[in-house]
């Protein structure tokens, strides 16, 4: 309801399993709301290859018969990873036309492998009444195809667009400008062309780049060739998932555990009853996100959550209303000027959310700062005019950095606000070591227990003293996204803790010592 009254008209709702209850869930919300209900298929496999069986034509039919008896105003086919070749985008599009000449047809795919722009002209010619596409400056790669490309190649044709190149080359070369202004962001370590491995691996087009920046944060960089392969086999360990967010984050995290810990799809299997595996793998096992299509993969599924409960029915059924007058209250304790707004998002997002607020707490209306300044910085020399309000304007001028670190990591700032000369100190992240030199586990010494990645401690299950037995979590471990849950190897009791809440290390450091 709060989506519609701040003017968002139509709703995507999808569900990375294509799991019917949890799809089901959002279409009622979403209608009782007012809005526009667009249900998602999303799609994995390709049913242009007879030898692909699990996600067959028939598995999306059948699919998008339940999505529009349960009242869908548009359908949407989600290509996530840009799988949906030319040729399986004219069998799936033409067949749910012809059975469903009424329903409005969008179709959103990634352009990873460079067919993106075959694959819409041929769902629009077997009958789809929406493709997505990027304009010509943003599109490609891991986005979507191209715009111009697009509206070119139908010109003269029946489907012809109507649209203006030239139009569409002015509106091109506004983002391009726009697009330097977000340059901090830009990854300049991921795929620089197409490439055609994605039909192997199935990343998706959302998940590729955070995947890369989480090889890098594990100390992985070298080696994400390795990882894109080890996507492919943890996807058949698991059961051979469609995968969007979250589902791909499952697979992808088991691939990154496989290559940090140097483990082959047999060592995964065989031990699986000793490794402490991601804690979303941990918990797509036991039902956390719904019931993939065919089953869990049996027995490596049992020996994973040995003793951990299960859920076989929609994972939401059974939890309680969420009190949002509580951490209304709870917000307001620890900042000012919250709203509904802040609610909601913290409902969903709460760290980030948290950061947000402390940010908004402590550095103000930022808003007010234009987009290079609040990005990349002042430069020495430069002027900058910010308007607060009218009438309110600051008129700021960079003038030097001190070389000099004092011993908080921070460095002297010297700029002038309307002619006066005032200083500030800024922490410099880049300059100082936020990761101590730690004492490792012995390898091969079950009683002494390593930090398998690298990471931040997020939380500690065990205390001295506590009596625990193999497969007792002990602590978790996050890094770029990535949880591990660490369980005990060995029955024993706790002798030592070695870290503390919010402490970062590095892999094998020591982190419990069992008697």
């Not at 089953?295 to 059974?318: M, N, T």
Request: charged share 25%; net charge negative.
């Amino acid at each position: 309801m709060l989506k519609v009254e701040c003017g968002m008209d139509i709703f995507r709702v999808f569900d990375c399993l294509n799991y019917l209850p949890n799809l089901i869930v959002g279409m009622e919300a979403a209608g009782k709301a007012g809005g526009i209900v667009e249900a998602a298929i999303c799609y994995s496999g390709d049913v242009s290859n007879p030898k692909r069986t699990k996600y067959n034509l028939n598995y999306y039919l059948e699919l998008t018969n339940e999505l529009i008896k349960a009242g869908a105003h548009v359908l949407s086919i989600k290509d996530m990873a840009g799988l949906l070749k030319p040729q399986a985008a004219i069998i799936l599009v033409k067949a749910i036309r012809d059975k469903h000449p009424e329903i409005p047809i969008h179709v959103h795919t990634h352009d990873t492998s460079g067919a993106g722009i075959a694959s819409m002209l041929a769902c629009a010619e077997a009958g789809a009444d929406i493709v997505d596409v990027a304009v010509d400056s943003m599109s490609g790669l891991t986005s979507q195809p191209s715009m111009g490309a697009l509206v070119a190649s139908l010109q003269g044709t029946s489907l012809d667009t109507q649209l203006s190149l030239e139009a569409i080359s002015q509106y091109s070369a506004y983002w391009e400008q726009t697009r330097n202004q977000y340059a901090p962001f830009e990854c300049t370590v991921t795929m620089k062309t197409g490439n055609a491995d994605v039909y192997e691996n199935e990343i998706p087009g959302g998940q590729y780049t955070n995947l890369h920046f989480q090889a890098h944060s594990l100390g992985l960089s070298e080696q994400f060739e390795d990882i894109k392969i080890a996507y492919a086999k943890a996807n058949d360990l698991l059961g051979d998932l469609i995968k969007v967010t979250p589902s791909s984050k499952v697979v992808g995290d088991l691939a990154q555990f496989m290559v940090q810990n140097k483990l082959n799809e047999k060592d995964v299997v065989d031990r699986a009853e000793e490794l402490s595996f991601p804690k979303s793998v941990v918990e797509f096992f036991q039902g956390h996100i719904g019931q993939p299509h065919g089953g869990f993969p049996e027995p490596f599924r049992s020996k994973i959550l040995r003793d951990l409960p299960r859920i076989s029915e929609r994972p939401g059924a059974s939890l309680p209303p969420f009190d949002f007058k509580k951490l209304e209250e709870d917000l307001k304790k620890l900042y000012e000027n919250v709203t509904f707004k802040d609610v909601v998002s913290a409902s969903l997002y709460f760290d980030v959310t948290k950061e947000y607020l402390s940010f908004r707490e402590q550095y103000g209306l930022v808003e007010h700062l234009d987009t290079a300044s609040f990005f990349i910085g002042p430069k020495i020399g430069e002027e900058y005019i910010i308007s607060i309000e009218e009438g309110k304007i600051f008129n700021i001028f960079a003038l030097a950095v001190t070389d000099e670190i004092n011993e908080n990591g921070e460095r002297t700032v010297f700029f002038e606000i309307n002619g006066g000369l005032r200083t500030v100190l800024v922490r410099d992240n880049t300059a100082i070591k936020d990761i101590e030199v730690r004492p490792k586990a012995i390898k091969g010494n079950e009683k002494q227990i390593g930090a398998p990645m690298p990471g931040m401690v997020v939380e500690i299950r065990v205390k001295q003293g506590d009596e625990v037995s193999k497969g007792t979590p002990l602590v978790i471990l996050s890094a770029m996204k990535m949880e591990t849950v660490v369980q005990s190897p060995v029955a024993g009791i706790v002798e030592t803790v070695h870290i503390t809440p919010s402490m970062k290390l590095q892999a094998e450091d020591l982190i419990i010592s069992l008697r």
